[in-house]
Nanobody, 133 residues
């Protein structure tokens, strides 16, 4: 059973930085994992933030976070980081880690971008990020 545990959420001032962690367990083959970070702001729908396909290392970002956020794989173990810089109040929300298996980079990208052909089956409990102005 795949399990995801996020950590690192906090309250920061605008312009600050945070690093979120997603610890994954239960994967039979993590190299085929398609990992994504999503966030949900109060009163808004959940949106994709960043994604990574472990097999290729290719990464994907939403336009709202590109050049400010970096998704990466941890050096040891099944961990995915989300380094967030130049945080703004609109980055406030609960951040979720999601995972699935994928067999190609395009399949991983499509799943991250719009949940096609199916949404991620595995989700963490979320970690809260609050950015104040």
């Amino acid at each position: 059973q795949v399990q995801l545990v996020e950590s690192g959420g906090d309250s920061v001032q605008a312009g600050g930085s945070l690093r979120l962690s997603c610890a994954a367990s239960g994967f039979s083959r993590f190299s085929r994992a398609c990992m994504g970070w999503f966030r949900q702001a109060p009163g808004k729908e959940r949106e994709a933030v960043a994604g990574i396909y472990m097999d290729s290392g290719n990464t994907y970002y939403s336009d709202s976070v590109k050049d400010r956020f970096t998704i990466s794989q941890g050096e040891a173990g099944d961990t995915v980081w989300l380094q967030m810089s130049s945080l703004q109040p609109e980055d406030t929300g609960v951040y979720y880690c999601a995972a699935d298996y994928a067999f190609s980079d395009s399949a991983c990208y499509n799943q991250w971008r719009d949940g096609s052909p199916a949404p991620y089956p595995y989700w963490g409990q979320g970690t809260r990020v609050t950015v104040s102005s």
